[in-house]
Nanobody, 125 residues
Framework: QVQLVESGGGLVQAGGSLRLSCTAS????????MGWFRQAPGTERNFVAA????????YYSDSVKGRFTISRDNAKSTVYLQMNSLKPEDTAVYYC??????????????????WGQGTQVTVSS
């Protein structure tokens, strides 16, 4: 079992920045690839970004590529999502998730077994 707790959400103006954090407890953090997903009201939860177990590779959705950066610190059991140039359409609840095993270009959006409770990000225009 892995327990995940997100933090860092809030209200920001368009063009601003936020950094989300997700801290894990339980089993060895470095055994899991990590991802961020988001869900806006009335929509399904969508993939945002993912990072491999050692942080060597990252994947992004087209909508955030070039604006968001995912990173991890295995010594702190924490994954981050730096969000720059925020837009109103980035408004959503953001969830971090843990995926056992390898992460590849074919599976980075699926296979996540553990989820955090989510943190709200609101971008005003």
């Amino acid at each position: 079992q892995v327990q995940l707790v997100e933090s860092g959400g809030g209200l920001v103006q368009a063009g601003g920045s936020l950094r989300l954090s997700c801290t894990a407890s339980g089993r060895t953090f470095s055994s899991y690839a990590m991802g961020w997903f988001r869900q806006a009201p009335g929509t399904e939860r969508n993939f945002v970004a993912a990072v491999t177990r050692r942080g060597g590779s990252t994947y992004y959705s087209d909508s955030v590529k070039g604006r968001f950066t995912i990173s991890r610190d295995n010594a702190k059991s924490t994954v981050y999502l730096q969000m720059n140039s925020l837009k109103p359409e980035d408004t959503a609840v953001y969830y971090c998730a843990a995926r056992p095993g390898s992460l590849t270009s074919n599976n980075y959006g699926v296979g996540y077994d553990f989820w955090g409770q989510g943190t709200q990000v609101t971008v005003s225009s």
